[in-house]
């Protein structure tokens, strides 16, 4: 059974930068697809960014595009997304997922794995 870690969340101003990690306890990590989702109070989860740990491939949501970065330390096993420019509107709390895909995407249904999540505040 994968285990997913998520670390790293907390409160900062409008502006400001956070770094989330997503430890996975695995062997085969170069097998996944790892995502990052987010889900705000009232509102459906949403893909934020996704990264090949094989190929490096990575993809972004449109709201974040310039100002996250995702990343990946095969030696640790862990996926980071580093956060700048925080919004109000990135309050959420933030899941990373693992995934077999073929073909890299922002489906919740294409992650077996999840995290518990982690809560990211951005406040003035």
């Known amino acids: 059974q994968l285990r997913l870690v998520e670390s790293g969340g907390g409160s900062v101003q409008p502006g400001g930068s956070l770094r989330l990690s997503c430890e996975v306890s695995?062997?085969?990590?170069?097998?996944?697809?790892i995502a990052w989702f987010r889900q705000a109070p009232g509102k459906e989860r949403e893909g934020v960014s996704c990264i090949s740990i094989n190929s490096g491939l990575t993809k972004y949501a449109d709201s974040v595009k310039g100002r996250f970065t995702i990343s990946r330390d095969n030696a640790k096993n862990t996926v980071y997304l580093e956060m700048n420019s925080l919004k109000p509107e990135d309050t959420g709390i933030y899941y990373c997922?693992?995934?077999?895909?073929?073909?890299?995407?922002?489906?919740?249904?294409?992650?077996?794995?999840w995290g518990q999540g982690t809560q990211v505040t951005v406040s003035s």
């Open positions: 695995t062997f085969v990590f170069d097998h996944y697809t």
């Open positions: 997922a693992a995934g077999v895909l073929y073909n890299i995407r922002m489906s919740s249904d294409a992650y077996d794995y």
